[in-house]
Protein backbone atom coordinates (compact mmCIF):
# COMPACT_ATOMS: atom_id res chain seq x y z
CA UNK A 1 0.00 0.00 0.00
CA UNK A 2 3.12 2.38 0.32
CA UNK A 3 3.15 2.48 -3.71
CA UNK A 4 -0.64 4.92 -3.30
CA UNK A 5 -0.57 8.19 -2.52
CA UNK A 6 -3.05 11.12 -1.64
CA UNK A 7 -2.33 14.88 -1.42
CA UNK A 8 -3.29 16.95 0.80
CA UNK A 9 -3.41 15.03 4.09
CA UNK A 10 -5.83 17.79 5.35
CA UNK A 11 -7.63 20.09 3.06
CA UNK A 12 -9.89 22.81 4.29
CA UNK A 13 -12.69 24.53 1.75
CA UNK A 14 -15.78 27.20 2.03
CA UNK A 15 -19.05 26.32 1.16
CA UNK A 16 -19.63 26.47 -2.51
CA UNK A 17 -15.48 26.28 -3.43
CA UNK A 18 -14.82 22.97 -5.80
CA UNK A 19 -11.99 21.11 -4.77
CA UNK A 20 -9.68 18.29 -5.93
CA UNK A 21 -8.03 15.51 -4.76
CA UNK A 22 -5.22 13.77 -5.77
CA UNK A 23 -4.44 10.25 -5.71
CA UNK A 24 -1.42 8.66 -7.68
CA UNK A 25 -0.16 5.06 -7.71
CA UNK A 26 3.17 3.28 -8.83
CA UNK A 27 1.66 -0.31 -9.00
CA UNK A 28 0.95 -0.40 -12.28
CA UNK A 29 -2.46 -1.69 -11.14
CA UNK A 30 -5.38 -0.83 -13.86
CA UNK A 31 -8.52 -0.70 -11.59
CA UNK A 32 -8.60 2.53 -8.97
CA UNK A 33 -11.27 3.21 -6.61
CA UNK A 34 -12.73 6.58 -4.34
CA UNK A 35 -14.23 5.96 -1.00
CA UNK A 36 -15.55 8.14 1.23
CA UNK A 37 -15.46 7.57 5.05
CA UNK A 38 -18.07 8.80 7.65
CA UNK A 39 -18.18 7.65 11.06
CA UNK A 40 -19.81 4.90 11.71
CA UNK A 41 -20.69 4.19 7.94
CA UNK A 42 -17.78 1.90 7.28
CA UNK A 43 -16.92 2.64 3.27
CA UNK A 44 -19.33 4.01 0.26
CA UNK A 45 -17.63 4.08 -3.13
CA UNK A 46 -17.84 6.70 -5.52
CA UNK A 47 -16.38 6.34 -8.31
CA UNK A 48 -14.10 3.61 -9.37
CA UNK A 49 -12.37 2.90 -12.64
CA UNK A 50 -11.19 -0.01 -14.38
CA UNK A 51 -9.58 1.40 -17.11
CA UNK A 52 -7.74 4.73 -18.26
CA UNK A 53 -9.96 7.07 -19.88
CA UNK A 54 -13.21 5.20 -18.27
CA UNK A 55 -15.04 5.13 -14.94
CA UNK A 56 -18.20 4.21 -13.49
CA UNK A 57 -20.34 5.90 -11.05
CA UNK A 58 -20.31 3.98 -7.54
CA UNK A 59 -23.03 4.27 -4.42
CA UNK A 60 -22.44 7.89 -3.69
CA UNK A 61 -21.45 9.65 -6.72
CA UNK A 62 -23.93 12.94 -6.47
CA UNK A 63 -21.63 15.77 -6.30
CA UNK A 64 -18.51 14.44 -7.21
CA UNK A 65 -16.56 13.87 -10.77
CA UNK A 66 -13.14 11.63 -11.83
CA UNK A 67 -11.05 11.76 -14.56
CA UNK A 68 -8.74 9.01 -15.28
CA UNK A 69 -6.24 10.12 -17.95
CA UNK A 70 -3.32 8.29 -17.06
CA UNK A 71 -3.11 4.75 -15.43
CA UNK A 72 -1.33 6.20 -12.49
CA UNK A 73 -3.42 9.24 -11.39
CA UNK A 74 -7.40 9.37 -10.39
CA UNK A 75 -7.87 12.77 -9.22
CA UNK A 76 -11.52 13.43 -7.44
CA UNK A 77 -13.35 16.67 -7.76
CA UNK A 78 -15.61 17.55 -5.14
CA UNK A 79 -18.09 20.15 -6.19
CA UNK A 80 -20.22 22.55 -4.96
CA UNK A 81 -23.53 20.04 -5.72
CA UNK A 82 -22.41 17.92 -2.80
CA UNK A 83 -24.63 18.64 0.08
CA UNK A 84 -22.16 17.30 2.63
CA UNK A 85 -18.58 17.00 1.65
CA UNK A 86 -16.97 17.07 5.26
CA UNK A 87 -15.57 13.32 5.56
CA UNK A 88 -12.34 11.36 5.42
CA UNK A 89 -11.98 10.86 1.72
CA UNK A 90 -9.86 7.18 0.86
CA UNK A 91 -8.06 6.27 -2.68
CA UNK A 92 -7.67 2.71 -3.50
CA UNK A 93 -6.10 0.68 -6.43
CA UNK A 94 -6.46 -3.36 -7.09
CA UNK A 95 -5.09 -6.12 -8.67
CA UNK A 96 -6.64 -9.12 -10.32
CA UNK A 97 -6.38 -11.96 -7.23
CA UNK A 98 -5.97 -15.73 -8.45
CA UNK A 99 -9.43 -17.31 -8.20
CA UNK A 100 -11.67 -14.34 -8.31
CA UNK A 101 -11.98 -11.15 -6.31
CA UNK A 102 -9.20 -7.79 -6.63
CA UNK A 103 -7.10 -7.23 -3.49
CA UNK A 104 -7.77 -3.74 -2.67
CA UNK A 105 -4.68 -1.35 -1.57
CA UNK A 106 -5.46 1.98 -0.06
CA UNK A 107 -3.78 5.53 0.16
CA UNK A 108 -3.02 7.23 3.17
CA UNK A 109 -6.57 9.18 2.93
CA UNK A 110 -7.31 13.02 2.67
CA UNK A 111 -9.31 14.72 5.55
CA UNK A 112 -11.21 17.27 3.88
CA UNK A 113 -13.52 20.05 6.00
CA UNK A 114 -15.84 22.76 4.40
CA UNK A 115 -17.02 25.12 6.82
CA UNK B 1 -26.61 -5.50 -5.28
CA UNK B 2 -24.51 -6.93 -2.61
CA UNK B 3 -25.49 -6.46 0.99
CA UNK B 4 -23.15 -6.67 3.89
CA UNK B 5 -23.94 -7.05 7.74
CA UNK B 6 -21.61 -7.14 10.40
CA UNK B 7 -21.55 -7.74 14.28
CA UNK B 8 -21.02 -6.25 16.66
CA UNK B 9 -19.93 -2.69 15.77
CA UNK B 10 -18.14 -2.64 19.41
CA UNK B 11 -16.19 -5.66 20.73
CA UNK B 12 -14.26 -4.99 24.30
CA UNK B 13 -12.02 -8.01 24.97
CA UNK B 14 -9.31 -8.34 27.77
CA UNK B 15 -5.64 -8.78 26.26
CA UNK B 16 -5.06 -12.43 25.75
CA UNK B 17 -8.78 -13.09 24.72
CA UNK B 18 -10.02 -14.06 21.65
CA UNK B 19 -12.28 -12.36 19.50
CA UNK B 20 -14.66 -12.97 17.15
CA UNK B 21 -16.30 -10.33 14.09
CA UNK B 22 -19.21 -12.08 11.86
CA UNK B 23 -20.43 -10.67 8.69
CA UNK B 24 -23.11 -11.69 6.81
CA UNK B 25 -23.66 -11.07 2.96
CA UNK B 26 -26.63 -11.36 0.06
CA UNK B 27 -25.49 -12.00 -3.22
CA UNK B 28 -24.57 -15.81 -3.33
CA UNK B 29 -22.12 -15.29 -5.97
CA UNK B 30 -19.72 -13.39 -3.73
CA UNK B 31 -16.72 -15.25 -3.92
CA UNK B 32 -14.28 -12.81 -2.49
CA UNK B 33 -14.22 -11.98 1.50
CA UNK B 34 -11.39 -9.65 2.69
CA UNK B 35 -10.83 -7.99 5.81
CA UNK B 36 -9.31 -5.01 6.71
CA UNK B 37 -8.06 -3.05 9.92
CA UNK B 38 -7.71 0.38 10.28
CA UNK B 39 -6.42 2.59 12.92
CA UNK B 40 -7.28 5.60 13.80
CA UNK B 41 -6.59 8.07 11.24
CA UNK B 42 -4.96 5.85 9.18
CA UNK B 43 -5.81 3.65 6.17
CA UNK B 44 -7.50 0.38 6.11
CA UNK B 45 -5.19 -2.20 5.83
CA UNK B 46 -5.65 -5.63 4.37
CA UNK B 47 -5.12 -8.35 6.96
CA UNK B 48 -6.27 -11.36 5.37
CA UNK B 49 -8.74 -12.33 2.63
CA UNK B 50 -10.28 -15.71 1.38
CA UNK B 51 -11.79 -17.26 -1.80
CA UNK B 52 -14.54 -18.93 -1.99
CA UNK B 53 -13.05 -22.06 -2.84
CA UNK B 54 -11.60 -22.63 0.58
CA UNK B 55 -13.69 -22.63 4.20
CA UNK B 56 -10.86 -21.75 6.38
CA UNK B 57 -7.19 -20.01 6.35
CA UNK B 58 -5.09 -18.49 9.09
CA UNK B 59 -2.09 -16.56 9.67
CA UNK B 60 -0.79 -16.66 12.63
CA UNK B 61 -3.32 -14.94 15.50
CA UNK B 62 -5.46 -14.67 12.82
CA UNK B 63 -8.22 -16.81 11.23
CA UNK B 64 -11.14 -16.24 8.50
CA UNK B 65 -13.73 -18.85 8.27
CA UNK B 66 -16.48 -18.77 5.36
CA UNK B 67 -19.31 -20.92 5.31
CA UNK B 68 -20.74 -20.72 1.88
CA UNK B 69 -24.14 -22.32 2.19
CA UNK B 70 -25.13 -20.08 5.52
CA UNK B 71 -23.38 -17.25 3.36
CA UNK B 72 -21.90 -15.50 6.36
CA UNK B 73 -18.07 -15.43 7.09
CA UNK B 74 -16.06 -14.86 10.65
CA UNK B 75 -12.80 -13.36 11.38
CA UNK B 76 -11.08 -14.76 14.82
CA UNK B 77 -8.19 -13.28 16.74
CA UNK B 78 -6.42 -15.50 19.19
CA UNK B 79 -4.29 -14.04 21.98
CA UNK B 80 -5.32 -10.55 21.45
CA UNK B 81 -3.00 -7.89 22.00
CA UNK B 82 -3.58 -4.11 23.10
CA UNK B 83 -2.16 -3.34 19.11
CA UNK B 84 -4.93 -5.14 18.11
CA UNK B 85 -7.61 -2.39 18.68
CA UNK B 86 -8.51 -0.81 15.67
CA UNK B 87 -11.78 -0.77 13.50
CA UNK B 88 -12.39 -4.17 11.30
CA UNK B 89 -14.30 -3.89 8.32
CA UNK B 90 -15.33 -7.13 6.15
CA UNK B 91 -15.97 -6.92 2.68
CA UNK B 92 -17.51 -8.66 -0.24
CA UNK B 93 -17.40 -8.89 -4.02
CA UNK B 94 -18.24 -11.11 -7.04
CA UNK B 95 -15.68 -11.94 -9.49
CA UNK B 96 -14.79 -8.57 -11.75
CA UNK B 97 -17.44 -6.36 -9.29
CA UNK B 98 -16.21 -3.80 -6.50
CA UNK B 99 -16.24 -4.46 -2.64
CA UNK B 100 -18.99 -3.41 -0.57
CA UNK B 101 -18.32 -3.56 2.98
CA UNK B 102 -19.95 -3.80 6.50
CA UNK B 103 -20.13 -1.01 8.39
CA UNK B 104 -16.94 -1.95 10.92
CA UNK B 105 -15.94 -3.19 14.54
CA UNK B 106 -14.72 -1.11 16.55
CA UNK B 107 -12.03 -3.42 18.84
CA UNK B 108 -10.96 -2.80 22.09
CA UNK B 109 -8.39 -4.59 23.84
CA UNK B 110 -7.71 -3.92 27.59
CA UNK B 111 -4.15 -4.32 28.85
Known amino acids: DGGITQSPKYLFRKEGQNVTLSCEQNLNHDAMYWYRQDPGQGLRLIYY???????QKGDIAEGYSVSREKKESFPLTVTSAQKNPTAFYLC??????????????FGPGTRLTVT | GENVEQHPSTLSVQEGDSAVIKCTYS??????FPWYKQELGKRPQLIID?????GEKKDQRIAVTLNKTAKHFSLHITETQPEDSAVYFC??????????FGKGTMLLVSP
Open chain 2, 27 to 32: DSASNY
Open chain 2, 91 to 100: AASRRYSTLT
Open chain 1, 49 to 55: SQIVNDF
Open chain 2, 50 to 54: IRSNV
Open chain 1, 92 to 105: ASSTPGTGGGDEQY
